[in-house]
């Protein structure tokens, strides 16, 4: 009896009665697997998008526009705005910013081009990969641009040579030097940043922004800053709209919103699929076992005792299973193997929290599975279950 | 010789003797073709809308180096230029089927989602002229009037749906202000459904801005549509670029085809853990028959009839499962649902519900195999001696 | 006029390994046609692994076994699984019953390998039930029926392919006296009236008195004969 009450005991009993068949252990381990690699694989997804849209979002961000949003690549916005901006009350840092769009090397290739004024856009914000010399040299010299590594990549461009960005139809183009790329997980991977000023000089629009960026002291200082920035400008040439780039990024997370909901139901549909193999085969096994079931609870079992048996049988299954398919898509995602081309040139990766969270979540799923099959060992009288009767 | 198989009506009666284990596999089997033809149809919803839109004869006439609406710009005294280039069709009025319109998304919410500080959807916003309806072939109102006056909108069928069943009369808000919708129309299950169609002045004003986006033409002869767009590109008295309509909407279709691969990935790995399911199940049919599939065998049947009436179980299972799977997924046919601002159907073919038959089937069949060959394999004298 | 069985220096061994164990050595024995023969023996003595030989569900090690004249130790699979079908009738201890058949389903089950109309089919298998007296219950499914009413639907399978030899393996092991009687006195009218040869492995002395001859085994060898 000592042998039963042991924590090692039993759980080498647990892992004998799982391997009673070897066959029916195995199936019902890959399916744990691939529903549980699913599942994580889903969560992953969802992980990247809504952290996408935080990453893009700080919580300190604040966003000016030109109230009449013409166009959002529209230079509209004064730039000496940039100065009472920052001399509101609560405002640490503000930069202008500016866009152009132009082709690379190859035909039909597209090059994004973010005007900014350099010294406030670096202390606006850290880029990613772009060291201390580089920030400098970008600085320092008026046709200086900061590439990100995707756009080096695909143009053959390296740190260094003078490029150009060209314009199409009668846009002209644009030549600048390389002094620095950016690194592919920063906002401004994908993008070029240029001085704001001379890319005024060759496409015109002198003195113009698209949008000012701002940072705040406070996240709770957003809101009320944004407001009391709009009501300064209300009746200037060009009335602003401001707003926290949190609700900005809760906009396009609505639009996503039904993509997200049915990834996460398909999820959840995957680990009812987990239920029900663990469940059917747990019962299996109990099934084949009445008589042993009865000799135990006539030994003094109670029922209790036998219920955990059954339901410790499941949750081990289901973690084993649930363990290495959670392993496996986090692998998968982290390796950077993942990539959704040309749609929205998403580079997918998941997270420890994610791996824990799927993990863990296979032992509730193997206990929920195990329950059915355990209550019913017990339902049985005992006279009955020694007969063998099935 | 007579029929070697055993027959079907063992195999049927047998599947439903094991209740449980059969209900357990036949919901796995559900679930994965459900999910697949779901998605599948979530492809083709979109798919449907970026065929759909655009009519073959009209060119999109757009700022030269703009890839699309948003970011193209065309000035006032390059309309009129656009709107009488030779070659335009005309409309009963004699006036050129050309629609002059202004594309801009903003952030639509309904009145009282706006008390509640809720996020709205980006929606496209299109300011229009009349013509709109004559070159954007399929539109028309379905409910109410057109506007008359600023503050008044039309709202398509699918953003109305999309929006939680908005008609005539509610109001919505964007762009600081607040509109009345004063008409529905739909447009063939083309992209504009999803849209917020204004009067053009209108939009100008709350923009503060006289540009337009883009130009919209029909063409009178179709045969020389080439000629026309090259002409109308080459112009030295506009500086545009010129699309045919459904090319500039087709690129709408790499979304679809994301779906598309996303479904027969999670069709599959979900029809793996009910491949898993079904075996365990079929195993353990076996392993309480072994005595009587001696049996039958002592009775004179070969070893391929004792298999295959295991694998026709299976398939069985498998079939059910399956056309249990497609009923449930025939209840989102027609299910609205918005990404990144297109709102469209979901759409269920026949032909995707014979594929996921199909996956439902191979499920059963791969599921089966293996203790099938067991069944088959299984020596007389030891089975007869079996518990 | 030969025997319908004919058995000499029959030897059946399994392999352990590199070691043989025999279980049945030269064995000799002559069954003639309507005789009732029951094989008895302790348990080991290779009474069943003789039952199984002649029922054409093993295959001798060494030695001839002809039935019918047909030496059917040299058939293949497939000639056996024929033959078998044909020619013998099995009656087990559990009576080895379809269960999501109905009695009648049952009994036609060996039929359904003949290249017979389903009209034929019917008629034979009410003819067999009618031998066991079990017409009214042919609806039913072994579940609903009593353990002799089961065993006696398998004897009417066993009966429906009018087979040359009927065996049968324990046929009362699980029966209550009175239903072991029942089914005793069956096989006894379809043997006397009938004609039907039977050979029964039992270790039931009363199942044993209702045979004809009684043929004892022991650690695979023919020890004793007794009418």
Known sequence: MRRFTSGAGQLRMLLRQVLRSPRRALLTFLGLVVAFFLFTSLESVLYTLEGLLAQSASETGIFMRPRSRASFFRAALPIRYVEQVRDMDGVVEASPARFHFGAGVHEGSFVAVVGVDPPSYLRLRALEGVSEIEAQAFRGDRRGALVGARILASNGWKVGDEVTVRGRGRVPDLSLRIVGDIGEGDRMGRAALAHIDYLAQVMGGEGRAAFIQARVAHPSLALAIARSLDERFANFAVPTRTRSERSHAAGILANLSDVLVGLRTIGYLALLITVLVVGNAVAMGVRERTMEIGTLRALGFGRGRVVALVVGEAMLLSLAGGLAGALGAYALFESGWIEVPRMTDLRLHSDASVLARSALLSLPVGALAGLVPAFSAVRRPISEALHGAD | MAQATLPFAYAWRNVLARKLSTAVTLLCVAVSVMVYVVMISTADGIERVAVSSGHPHNLVVLSTGANSAESSRLAPPSIPVIRHFPGIARGNNGEPLASVELLSAQEVRRVDAVENDEAGRFTPIRGVTPSAFQVHSGSHLVAGRLPREPGEILIGRLLARELGGVGVGDSLSFAERVHRVVGVFEARGQIFESEVWVELASLQAMLDQRDVSQVVIRVADPSRLPEWKEALSESRRVQVDVRLEPDYYADMGRGSRAFSYLGNLVGFLLGLGAIAAGMNSTYAALSGRVREMGTLRALGFGRSSVGLTLLAESCLIGGLGGLLGILLALFFDGFAMSLMGLAFELRVRPASLGEGLVLALAIGLVGGLLPARSAARLEIVEALRHA | ?227
């Not at chain 3, 029926?145 to 009417?156: C, K, M, N």
């Open chain 3, 1 to 227: 006029m030969t025997a319908l069985v004919e058995i000499s220096s029959l030897r059946k061994s399994y392999w352990r390994g590199e070691s043989e164990v025999p279980v049945l050595a030269d064995l000799d024995l002559r069954v003639e046609r309507g005789e009732f023969v029951a094989l008895m023996g302790p348990s080991g003595s290779g009474k069943s692994t003789l039952l199984n030989l002649i029922a054409g569900l093993d295959q001798p090690t060494e030695g001839s076994l002809r039935i019918a004249g047909h030496e059917i130790g040299s058939l293949g699979d497939r000639a056996l699984d024929r033959w078998r079908n044909r020619s013998i009738g099995f009656v087990f201890q559990f009576y080895n019953l379809v269960p999501v058949l109905s009695a009648f389903e049952n009994v036609e089950v060996p039929l359904l390998l003949w290249p017979i109309s389903r009209e034929e089919r019917t008629l034979r298998v009410a003819a067999a039930l009618r031998v066991v007296g079990l017409v009214e219950r042919m609806d039913h499914r072994p579940g609903e029926l009593s353990g002799g009413e089961q065993q006696r639907v398998a004897i009417a399978r066993a009966l429906v392919t009018d087979p040359l030899l009927v065996l049968a393996d324990e046929p009362t092991g699980d029966l209550d006296e009175r239903n072991a009687d029942e089914v005793l006195a069956l096989m006894q009218l379809l043997n006397r009236a009938g004609g039907k040869t039977f050979v029964m492995v039992t270790h039931d002395p009363r199942a044993a008195a209702q045979a004809g001859r009684i043929v004892r085994l022991e650690k695979g060898r023919l020890v004793d004969e007794a009418a």
